[in-house]
């Protein structure tokens, strides 16, 4: 069987899942941002990949490259842009990448087009890309939908009580930033590139109810972290990734029915 990544692919092999088999073309979108000490500034375009990756593999889709590059990081959902290897694009700049990307995807001649976010920071410039690029290729004569979703849109309360089980104060979501669930969905998808001996277990930082430009950077613990993954586990890792795998695919085969 060919393989599910478009980079692996030769152009007519390429062009004959698109023609003859009507693939959906799932574009990953991450950041290069610190992720704490214990973490590779990659983690959120690794997980986008792999997330699509997996999506493809169940609905006969093909992964295009990665748009790694996402949106700058804040303070108070991913840290801030002051941390050596935090590397983000102008919204302008992130809005025209991904458009012109999709754009490009549907004058390949495909009609199923999935973009697979796994940064905050990138929601809603990724909206605004989304909704030019169908404009776009409506104009052109191209009758492709666009599919947009954070892949940790929803995790279910079980879920949750999981992974927080045991813990008298649980961080939450808000604070998860190179907490328990990306440290443990990494010890299960890239367990090499994740070193437990160096989370650091630090006080969940107090933010206010407001940002500051130029940002604070005194407001995040010193790793970048913004909870501590001390706790996570590849067990927890499966049970998040495997839920969201199935989150992924099921979106993929309500709106384009395979």
């Known amino acids: ?21 009507d693939a959906i073309v799932i574009v990953p979108v991450g950041a290069v941002e610190q992720h704490g000490y214990h973490l590779p500034l990659g983690t959120d375009s690794l997980m986008a990949s792999y997330m699509a990756r ?22 108070r959902t991913g840290g801030g842009p002051h941390r050596c290897g935090t590397t983000s694009l102008n919204a302008e700049t992130l809005i025209a990448v991904v458009h012109d990307v999709l754009v490009e995807i549907g004058r390949h001649g495909a009609r199923k087009i999935a973009v697979i976010d796994s940064h905050f920071e990138n929601r809603f410039f990724l909206d605004e890309a989304c909704h030019r690029a169908q404009q776009t290729l409506a104009l052109r004569g191209h009758d492709a939908r666009i599919l947009k979703m954070l892949y940790a849109e929803r995790i279910e ?75 996570a586990s590849r067990e927890i890792g499966e049970m998040l990734v495997e839920e969201f795998v199935t989150h992924v695919t099921d979106s993929l085969r309500k709106e384009f029915r395979r």
């Open 157 to 231: 309360p079980e879920t949750m009580d999981a992974v927080y089980a045991g813990m008298d104060n649980p961080p939450g979501l808000d604070l998860e930033h190179g907490g328990i669930l990306e440290t443990a969905m990494m010890l299960y998808c890239y367990p090499d590139l994740v070193d437990m001996s160096r989370i650091a277990d630090e006080t969940p930082p107090g933010f206010p109810p407001y940002d500051l430009f130029p940002v604070e950077p005194a407001w995040v613990p010193e790793s970048g972290c913004l909870s501590s993954g001390k706790t």
């Open 54 to 75: 997996r999506a493809a593999e169940n609905v006969g889709g093909i992964v295009a490259e990665p748009v790694a590059y996402g949106a700058r990081s804040q303070v």
């Open 1 to 21: 069987m060919p393989s599910v990544m478009m980079s692996e692919l030769s152009w007519d092999t390429y062009q004959r899942q698109l023609r003859e088999e």
